[in-house]
Structures are given as C-alpha cells and as structure tokens.
C-alpha cells in the first residue's frame, strides 16, 4: 500500500495536476486523491499544497519526490534487466527543448525505430529547460551551457552560428555579411531574461562597445521572427530558425562571432535507464557534421 501512496504521489508531482496525474495512472481522481491523502495521514506531513493554476510542493514533499523519482527510475532499470529484448519496447520518453527546429530530426528519427514509445516535450528558454531537468520533471534535455553540472551527463549534438535577421525592405536586407558594429542604435528584438541566445548576443554587442536599442522584448524565436518579419526591428536568432521562415532576410554576421553548442542531457542517475540510452544513441546516429547545424538543415 505505502508503494501505491507513493507511486499515486509522484505522478501528482511530475504532472503538477491531479487529473493528468490520474490519466497516467489510470484511475479517476478521487481513487488517486485518497491515495495521495492517506500517504500524508500515514506520516503527519503536508507534501502538496493546490492553487489555481496546479499543484505546488511543501519543503516535505520536494525531498520526497527527489526520492520518488529514484525510486521509479529504479524500477524501470529492473524491468529493463528482466526483460527479454533489450530493445525498447514502449514507454513514454519525457524531454525538455529550448527550440522546436534543432530537434524534429531527431524525433523522427528515435520514433522510426521505437514507434512504440510516446514521446512528451515541454519547451521554454534554457533557464526553463535547465531546472526542469534539474528538478526530475523531465528526463532528459536539450540545451547549452549544461556540460559542466556535476549532476548532469551531457553529450554536445551540434554547434550553430547567430545571424542577423531584417525584414525584406529594410536597410541591410541585401547586405551578404554584417558586423556587429553596424547595429549601434539599430532598433533590435531581443529575447526575455533567462534565454542564453539573449545573454550570447548581449556580451557580443557589449564587446564591440554596440549600443542597440532593445525596442520590444519578447517570450519565444517565433514572436521575435514574427516581430521582425513585420518591420519592428532587427533579431538574431540561430541559423536553422532564421533559415526557416521565407518571411526573412538572414544575413550572417562577420567572423561567424555567435555561436552555441547544444547538449543532449539527462542526470547521471537516470543515464542507465534503456529509453533515455536509447535517445543518446539515437542522437549518435544523427546524419552529416553532428557538430554543425547546417548539416542537419541539409539531411
């Protein structure tokens, strides 16, 4: 009973819900409520606390779901181990992405050969992504600036180069190089706190001695290209996400000064476990340079 308290406990936990927590688990939300009850009866501790907008966790119940989660990757191992393929079968792979276009190949092609296992991504900026995986929300991510966690296994995929991005009729749009130097005053788009493409771009400008003028901040790349598209201002965004929109002008910035290397990661505790193996190698066996994202706009 106490291992059914648990289990009901940490699907409450990772899916921040009670009612998405009792789809995974198939019950109804009552059953599942009760179980989560009694476990906090059992042991006199306040581990969740409802609000509008989901499920927060006491001190009490942040300690426990830090051992809840072992305890259901351990779980997993020994069913692995017992097994009799040592292929995976099915599950669901639970991931984490600072941008949709670096990744969709890589879906693809981990889907092609594991067709039964879901695959559930969350998006965000690589604050967002960085402690969702550091909190065990997420199994695995895929990010930059994540190598050298002592917590985190983490194995680089690609590297990718900033450009510029201006609306078709705007002043350097037939420009076939820029330098930064160039952007002094230039009204800009820029990202929120927390987005390492803005930080990057930041130290890049402050370098040259560059003051743009930041006229609209915004939440996602796709705002920011939609921002630029329409004359707002200028951007910069990585290379396969401004090659994606025709709405655009991308324009490479001289000496390639901008780049990023993303990582595939998970926490070491979690690295044994068959399906997040399976994704790094999957990851592997991705086409052209691994280390250049160009390659992968061109596979």
Not at 102 to 127: C, D, E, K, W, Y
Not at 193 to 199: H, L, N, V
Request: glycine share 8%; charged share 25%.
């Amino acid at each position: 009973m106490i291992y059914t308290q648990i289990r009901a406990f940490d699907a409450v936990a990772r899916e921040g819900s009670f009612s998405r927590a009792a789809d995974v688990l198939n019950l109804t939300q009552p059953a599942l409520t009760l179980q989560v009850k009694a476990l906090e009866a059992r042991h006199g501790l306040k581990l969740l606390h409802r609000d509008g907008r989901g499920v927060k966790l006491t001190e009490a119940g942040e300690r426990l779901f830090t051992l809840s989660r072992q305890l259901a990757s351990l779980e997993e191992m020994i069913d692995d181990t017992l097994a009799t393929s040592s292929e995976v079968q099915r599950g669901e792979l639970r991931l984490a992405v600072d941008g949709p276009h670096i990744v969709m190949g890589l879906f693809a092609q981990f889907l092609a050969r594991h067709p039964q296992v879901r695959l559930s991504v969350s998006m965000g900026n690589t604050q967002v992504v960085r402690q969702r995986l550091l909190d065990r929300h997420v199994d695995v991510g895929i990010l930059p600036r994540i190598a050298d966690h002592p917590r985190v296994h983490a194995v680089p995929l690609w590297t990718h180069r900033g450009l510029l991005i201006t609306s078709h009729d705007h002043r350097l749009a037939g420009r076939k190089v820029v330098s930064l130097t160039e952007l002094e005053g230039e009204a800009m788009i820029g990202r929120e706190d927390g987005s390492t493409t803005q930080a990057l771009v930041d130290a890049a400008l402050a370098r040259h001695g560059v003051k743009a003028r930041k006229v609209l901040e915004l939440g996602s790349r796709e705002a920011l290209v939609e921002a630029v598209a329409v004359g707002l201002g200028c951007g910069i965004v990585w290379e396969l996400e401004a090659l994606a929109s025709s709405r655009v002008r991308a324009i490479p910035i001289e000496n390639d000064e901008l780049t990023t290397t993303d990582y595939i990661a998970c926490l070491k505790s979690e690295r044994e476990r068959a399906i997040v193996k399976a994704i790094f190698a999957e990851a592997a066996r991705m086409p052209g340079d691994r280390h250049d994202i160009t390659a992968l706009g061109r596979g």
